[in-house]
């Protein structure tokens, strides 16, 4: 399993944009990139997963480069309520197989008025 | 996604006694995942628990002290034996379900 690198704590204010950047130089073919975000006393949930190029919903843009071994969360605009930790994941994708996800240490986003 | 719904949300209880955590889904899933998350911790992945057969531990978690049923594809349950303060965390199970993993809201056990 790919192991994980990330910043360990950011700052912002609202309305800006954060990039939250996550090395993965050992990801593998079959790996899928994932972020999760937790908020305090809740469990992690998902906010956007990609295998390659650039993925967007309405929540978040995942940039992936064509050699995948780094991968940016982008959130657009953030309010106080996107403080949180958010987990940069790489594994396989899909029901009934063997990839478990391993969570490294996160980055925690701290939003400022 | 998937409903989890995970109980109990919080407990205290005594040292030298067990506390057994339900998970239940709203859909039939292959493999449940156990985590724990220790204060201002990350999550750490205890065992993931198929249904029909024994479940695998990660390494640093054994049976005795974290066992685990499966009794069908939508319900399972994590007991942590022989509480000690060390044990103090959240822990969560979660199922993958096509398209990322839903986790429960995560049981807090405080061990005094």
């Known amino acids: 399993l790919a192991k994980t690198t990330q910043p360990i704590s950011m700052d912002s204010y609202e309305g800006q944009e954060v990039n939250i950047t996550c090395s993965h130089n050992?990801?593998?073919?079959?790996?899928?990139i994932t972020w999760y975000q937790q908020f305090p006393s809740q469990g992690p949930r998902f906010i956007i997963q990609g295998y390659k190029t650039k993925v967007t919903n309405e929540v978040a843009s995942l940039f992936i480069p064509a050699d995948r071994k780094s991968s940016t969360l982008s959130l657009p605009r953030v309010s106080l309520s996107d403080t949180a930790v958010y987990y940069c994941?790489?594994?396989?994708?899909?029901?009934?197989?063997?990839?478990?996800?391993?969570f490294g240490q996160g980055t925690t986003l701290q939003v400022k008025p | 996604s998937a409903v989890i719904s995970q109980k109990p949300s919080r407990d205290i209880c005594q040292r030298g006694t067990s506390l057994t955590i339900q998970c239940q889904v709203d859909s039939q899933v292959t493999m449940m995942f156990w985590y724990r998350q220790q204060p201002g911790q990350s999550l750490t992945l205890i065992a993931t628990?198929?249904?029909?057969?024994?479940?695998?531990?990660e390494s640093g978690f054994v049976i005795d002290k974290f066992p685990i049923s499966r009794p069908n594809l939508t319900f399972s349950t994590l007991t942590v034996s022989n509480l000690s303060p060390e044990d103090s965390s959240i822990y969560l199970c979660?199922?993958?379900?096509?398209?990322?993993?839903?986790f429960g809201s995560g049981t807090r056990l405080t061990v005094v």
């Open positions: 050992n990801i593998a073919t079959n790996d899928y």
């Open positions: 628990a198929n249904q029909g057969s024994e479940a695998t531990y």
């Open positions: 994941l790489v594994g396989e994708k899909g029901s009934g197989n063997t990839g478990k996800l391993i």
């Open positions: 979660s199922v993958d379900i096509n398209y990322g993993y839903t």
